[in-house]
């Protein structure tokens, strides 16, 4: 029993569990009248919110120094541009793919079909926002200000920021010895505050499961079930299934050794819905897995930017499902506008909690679909958020694990070893 109330991922679990049981308490058994209950949500939304911004202080900082340090410890920049190649091109491959079997789903299923949302819709009014095109986002990436880069959080610019600085620290050579070890201490030093913060996580997710219980509108989401349980399906079959067989058939790993190793990570990113802030875990995990640091610095940051996996297709099952519950299916045409757009939005969306909707959102506003059935998806998108960043995270891990395999550093008897140590 020791063993179990030890472990953090069952401790996480077990705030999970408890907190959405008491939310929901409070939410159907609880009188309106009784005040115990608007103050335990108002401190669980204190708490919880607390909990969040601790790990979103470390988050920028920690990319920082991990990319740098990551390529710091590169033997050579020749083995960056191989290991950057990769990891880009297979982040951005496991995005397309997503989107395009997505697509074939929705296509097949026509999530929305025969559902009234207009009927049940209130009135949002949004911007119009017209999608960035790619030539805008590549400039973005350079900053003209690095403070303003820090202070707004804008990942791209931090990680070419990174990048060019652990390049510039190689292309020292013999000189680069005291950078170097700076770079490589303040990791250490942010490995260690993540450690201290993620000790708090079976607190955090407890707090943040209260407000999450508390506060859904289970009559909305009822009217959309089918929307719901498709986009949860795919998720589930996404981290569960699809990414686990993938990493059996490239590196060898068993899928129940490979899930058992994400279990935390899973548990994590489902509570705090933002993949920015499950970095520090997605980090540990690869690393559990066999990873090596410069790997694991350079693409656990980068694909908690832009492997937006779940994002994308999240953002197309929303369109497709508004665009039917409207009366105004696409048409195949506009397909492959739809999925371009969604591989945009994806790579630029914000790994942050509801992040999703701004991109879905768009999507609506440039297809010429009404607005106000945000207010629809915006009801429900708490589930479908937690789902979304688990699918996102788990794909990250994914992808590194594939990369730091075809560099060697790992093997299956590694994996299911190093899974003894940690459990």
């Given at each position: ?12 679990f ?74 880009f ?59 303003r ?43 260690k ?8 996580a ?9 407000t999450?219980g ?26 569960m ?25 899973i ?19 690869v690393?559990n ?10 693409g ?74 945000l ?16 699918a ?8 590194n ?23």
């Open positions: 029993m020791s063993k179990i109330t030890n472990s953090l991922s069952a401790r996480v077990i705030g999970l569990i408890l907190g959405l049981t008491i939310g929901t308490l409070i939410q159907y058994a609880v009188p309106p009248t009784w005040a115990i209950g608007k103050f335990t949500l108002e401190a669980s939304q204190g708490f919880g919110g607390m909990f969040v911004k601790m790990i979103q202080l470390i988050v920028v900082p920690l990319v920082f120094f991990s990319i740098a340090s990551g390529i710091c410890e590169l033997k050579d920049l020749s083995s960056f541009g191989r290991l950057g190649s990769k990891t091109g297979l982040y951005v491959l496991n995005t397309v793919v997503a989107i395009g079997a997505t697509l074939l789903i929705v296509l097949w299923l026509k999530p929305g079909t025969g559902v009234d949302l207009g009927s049940m819709a209130e009135t949002v009014k949004l911007a119009a926002t017209e999608p960035p095109s790619m030539w805008q986002m590549v400039i973005n990436i350079v900053p003209s200000n690095p403070f880069a820090f202070v707004d959080g804008d990942m791209l610019q931090i990680i070419f920021m990174a990048i060019m600085t652990g390049i510039a620290i190689q292309a020292l050579g013999e000189q680069s010895g005291p950078a170097n070890r700076a770079f490589k201490v303040g990791n250490e030093v942010m490995m505050l993540i450690t201290l913060v993620m000790s708090l079976p607190y955090g997710v407890f707090f943040l499961m209260i999450l508390g506060t859904l509108d289970t009559s909305k989401m009822l009217a959309v079930a089918g929307y719901i349980a498709l986009v949860v399906g795919m998720f589930i079959l996404m981290f299934v699809i990414y686990p067989v993938i990493v059996y058939l490239t590196t060898g790993i068993k899928p129940t050794v490979f899930i058992k190793h994400i279990r935390e990570q548990m994590f990113s489902l509570s705090s819905a933002s993949s920015n802030a499950t970095i520090p875990v997605t980090m540990k995990t690393q897995i066999g990873v090596s640091k410069s790997i694991a610095g350079f656990v940051p980068l694909g908690a930017t832009m492997n937006m996996s779940g994002a994308a297709v999240y953002t197309t099952i929303a369109v497709m499902f508004v665009a039917n519950a409207y009366g105004m299916p696409l048409e195949m045409n506009q397909m492959l506008p739809l999925a371009f757009t969604v591989l945009l939005l994806s790579i630029g969306a914000g790994g942050v909690p509801g992040g999703g909707i701004v991109s879905i959102g768009i999507c609506l506003h440039t297809f010429g679909l009404p607005i106000e059935a207010a629809i998806v915006a009801a429900v998108d708490r589930i479908c958020d937690m789902f979304c960043t688990t996102n995270v788990v794909g990250d891990t994914a992808i694990t594939i990369v730091a395999k075809t560099e060697g550093e790992i093997s299956a008897e590694n994996a299911e070893n190093n899974l003894q140590i940690v459990a």
